[in-house]
């Protein structure tokens, strides 16, 4: 059984006092007294009672004044107050109910209507609370439910943008590599047969040295000499950049890995050297900025069961980070302090045991603040300016790695020094995990 509630009767009348106190203990509630108002307030924010009676006439605070205080009080406000007045007395019933009481007996009492009126007003105070706690208790879940909508939004749009640039990026490689592969093709022959031209005209030259002056002008006009030595040049830098061009284009396509939505085992530096391709433009030297030195460190790995392109994703959010806490930290350093302490990403791998491997990414940047550290894998969370940044690439890194991959995603920052984020995950997927993973997908 419940503890019986517990009232509060104030009177400066020790009879009525002892009445009500007898009736209502008669009724099964439990009761407490005070003789005047200023004891009332005390004893209630002591002893919170479930319900106060309180009498109109009383010395030094009367009545009204009490319930005032009591209702301007946070620890008391909520506690039901029910006057009790004289039976004529229709105007102090008006303003006691102005107070914030909740109802009035008048005296002198019937027993039963008293107790009636009491469980009346306990009755409607326990709905309230009640009603309260559901409502509080249906907000929290609606608001969690909202976040999470808004969330599964945010990964729906998100993915849809980095499908789209998968996409992208998968066409534009398509593209490029037919015509990229017929000129480097091409270039092996063209060089073959200038060195023909080439020998050939040495031939010539050789049993003819002195050919009629017409030759002889025109061989000087343009240069003869010089054509032949840059024509050999100029087909090795070519040859260079075509190679150069199906690197890149080798690296799109394994970025994008459009192809590939499934786990496969794969390895993961050639995952990390694609997204460094993708990012290459903002790592060189700019009028603004300065280089930025990258530093590979990198263990023997084995094939490691991933999602090839959500996990190239995660990497570029973090590297794309990097460089950003690198460019902020630069436009608050001089010159010198640039020169003697220079930008940095170091990406080191590594075998933690024989289930899983580490990538770890370390900037010499800004740092993360203290007070933000914690802050960081929330959604929408930035410190970038608006149109900058979304806040989102963290919080998907994180959700790529933990929960699609089974892993970790922990950093270390220092503000000031720098930040190293580290990666690791499994090397194989367990049963168990792929299970899960394919009905979260
Ligand atoms: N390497 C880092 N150095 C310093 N601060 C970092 C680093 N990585 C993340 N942060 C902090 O974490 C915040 C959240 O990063 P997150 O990638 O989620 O969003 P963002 O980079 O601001 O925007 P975007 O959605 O475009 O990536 C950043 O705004 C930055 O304050
Ligand atoms: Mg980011």
Redesign the pocket.
């Given at each position: 059984m419940s503890n019986p509630d517990l009232i509060l009767v104030v009177d400066d009348t020790p009879a009525n006092l002892e009445v009500l106190s007898e009736a209502l203990t008669d009724g099964g509630f439990e009761v407490a007294i005070a003789t005047d108002g200023e004891l009332a307030i005390s004893q209630a924010q002591l002893c919170l009672p479930s319900l106060i009676l309180l009498d109109v006439m009383m010395p030094c605070i009367d009545g009204f004044e009490t319930c005032r205080r009591l209702k301007a009080d946070k620890i008391t406000q909520d506690i039901p107050v029910i006057f009790m007045t004289a039976l004529a007395d229709s105007t102090d019933k008006i303003k006691g109910l102005n107070l914030g009481a909740v109802d009035y007996v008048t005296k002198p009492f019937q027993e039963a209507e008293l107790i009636a009126r009491v469980k009346t007003q306990l009755k409607l105070r326990h709905l309230t609370q009640n009603l309260e706690q559901q409502v509080a208790e249906r907000t929290e879940e609606l608001t969690k439910a909202l976040q999470q909508v808004q969330q599964s939004q945010i990964q729906l749009v998100q993915s849809e943008k980095m499908a789209a640039l998968g996409q992208l990026v998968a066409g534009i490689a398509h593209e490029i590599n037919n015509p990229v592969n017929f000129i480097h093709g091409n270039l092996k022959h063209l060089e073959e047969y200038t060195q023909i031209f080439l020998d050939f005209l040495q031939l010539y030259q050789k049993y003819y040295p002195n050919p009629v002056e017409e030759i002889q002008e025109q061989a000087e006009e343009v240069d003869l000499e010089f054509v032949q030595e840059d024509a050999v040049k100029m087909l090795t830098s070519m040859k260079i950049g075509t190679e150069r061009i199906r690197q890149i284009v080798l690296s799109l396509r394994n970025f994008s890995r459009i192809d590939e939505a499934d786990f496969k085992a794969v390895d993961i530096h050639e995952g990390i050297e694609s997204t460094l391709m993708i990012l290459q433009h903002r790592l060189k030297a700019k009028s603004e900025s300065p280089e930025i030195q990258l530093i590979r460190e990198y263990d023997k790995l084995p094939p490691v069961e991933c999602y090839p392109g959500l996990l190239n994703q995660a990497l570029m959010?973090i590297l794309?980070?990097a460089i950003d806490a690198l460019e902020e930290f630069n436009t608050k350093r001089t010159y010198q302090q640039i020169e003697d302490n220079p930008n940095r990403i170091i990406i080191r791998t590594s075998v933690i045991n024989s289930q899983s491997i580490e990538i770890s990414i370390a900037d010499n940047g800004s740092g993360i603040p203290e007070h933000i550290q914690k802050r960081i894998f929330d959604p929408f969370f930035t410190t970038k300016p608006i149109g900058k940044?979304t806040g989102m690439?963290?919080s998907i890194s994180y959700q790529i790695i933990t929960e699609k991959h089974g892993g970790k995603l922990k950093f270390y920052s220092q503000p000031g020094q720098g930040t190293e984020f580290m990666i690791q995950i499994p090397i194989y997927q367990s049963i168990e995990n792929l299970s899960l993973l394919i009905s979260c997908t």
């Open positions: 959010n794309a980070n940044g690439g963290m």
